[in-house]
């Protein structure tokens, strides 16, 4: 595969603000520090923001069932944040 075909991680000046205010959240270091090919989804919700990062590598059936998500509120301040696979154990990917 050549190098433009693949994902990289995001360069943090091209990151949208909600994304950038995340980067410090633990749980999201913790993700980059093994995510290889990574994915950033930013959701404006009533309160807030809520920021999802994927790892691409592990992307089945229109999902990517591991990822961090941090919520935030307006004030970019965080206020939840998780990290792990969204799957049964018996679904695929079987990692």
């Given at each position: 595969?050549?190098?433009?075909?693949?994902l990289?991680?995001?360069?943090?000046?091209?990151?949208?603000?909600?994304a950038k205010?995340?980067?410090?959240?633990?749980?999201?270091?913790?993700?980059?520090h093994?995510?290889e090919?990574?994915?950033?989804?930013?959701?404006?919700?009533?309160?807030?923001y809520l920021?999802?990062?994927?790892?691409?590598?592990?992307?089945?059936?229109?999902?990517?069932?591991?990822?961090?998500?941090?919520?935030?509120?307006?004030?970019?301040?965080v206020?939840?944040?998780?990290?792990?696979?969204?799957?049964?154990?018996?679904?695929?990917?079987f990692?």
């Amino acid at each position: 595969m050549d190098d433009a075909a693949r994902l990289a991680k995001a360069k943090p000046e091209s990151l949208a603000e909600p994304a950038k205010a995340t980067m410090a959240a633990a749980g999201v270091r913790a993700f980059h520090h093994f995510a290889e090919r990574v994915h950033v989804k930013v959701q404006e919700v009533v309160d807030g923001y809520l920021v999802t990062w994927s790892d691409v590598r592990f992307w089945h059936q229109r999902g990517m069932p591991f990822s961090a998500a941090v919520t935030l509120d307006r004030n970019m301040n965080v206020l939840s944040e998780r990290i792990g696979w969204n799957k049964k154990s018996w679904q695929p990917p079987f990692v």
